[in-house]
T-cell receptor, first 113, second 109 residues
């Protein structure tokens, strides 16, 4: 059974640009959550999608957005990138909404210069 | 304000038991307490989850008192390969999710 796949693994962007990250969940999992991990702030919840709808959102500005497709694949977008957006972005999939027994991908390392 | 707190680090020796406590006031009534393990350059890996009392699986035990304001992850007989960062994850009544800051467990020979 394939695990959670995140693409790309590494990304370098310039301030002001926008970026889209992709997450393919485990087959059969309907919930996808996104997290930002930084040395200073640790793991912070961004949002959770279930059945193509955002069900929950963390305390991040509107520059951070996402969506989920009918096949449960998800994308997150960050617009007008800032240096502080440099982080490891992790995606996790689970069977149901608010199911904390989640499986994480290896993450996308975003560097903003 | 919901806050999930856990110790920053713990040291242990091979074969010992390691107990990590996480404090989580205002936990959501219906949410579980979940613990994850993370190695460098990898995403977190699910260890165990519980709602109340005690849960045990092949790698750990989780103790949750009746008031559910804290939980303790117990790793029996740790080995060098258990050196990692351990996180607790909790859902709160404001519907937000909160990870603790992580506890770095270092196991020495």
């Amino acid at each position: 059974k394939a695990g959670v796949t995140q693409t790309p693994r590494y990304l370098i962007k310039t301030r002001g640009q926008q970026v889209t990250l992709s997450c393919s969940p485990i087959s059969g999992h309907r919930s996808v959550s996104w997290y930002q991990q930084t040395p200073g702030q640790g793991l912070q919840f961004l949002f959770e999608y279930f059945s193509e709808t955002q069900r929950n959102k963390g305390n991040f500005p509107g520059r951070f957005s996402g969506r989920q497709f009918s096949n449960s694949r998800s994308e997150m977008n960050v617009s007008t990138l800032e240096l502080g957006d440099s982080a490891l972005y992790l995606c996790a999939s689970s069977l149901e909404f608010r199911d904390f027994e989640a499986f994480f991908g290896q993450g996308t390392r975003l560097t903003v210069v | 304000l919901a806050k999930t707190t856990q110790p920053i680090s713990m040291d242990s020796y091979e074969g010992q038991e390691v107990n990590i406590t996480c404090s989580h006031n205002n936990i959501a009534t219906n949410d579980y307490i979940t613990w994850y393990q993370q190695f460098p350059s990898q995403g977190p890996r699910f260890i165990i989850q519980g709602y109340k009392t005690k849960v045990t699986n092949e790698v750990a035990s989780l103790f949750i008192p009746a008031d559910r304001k804290s939980s303790t992850l117990s790793l029996p007989r740790v080995s060098l390969s258990d050196t990692a960062v351990y996180y607790c994850l909790v859902g709160y009544n404001d519907y937000k999710l909160s990870f603790g800051a992580g506890t770095t467990v270092t196991v020495r020979a």
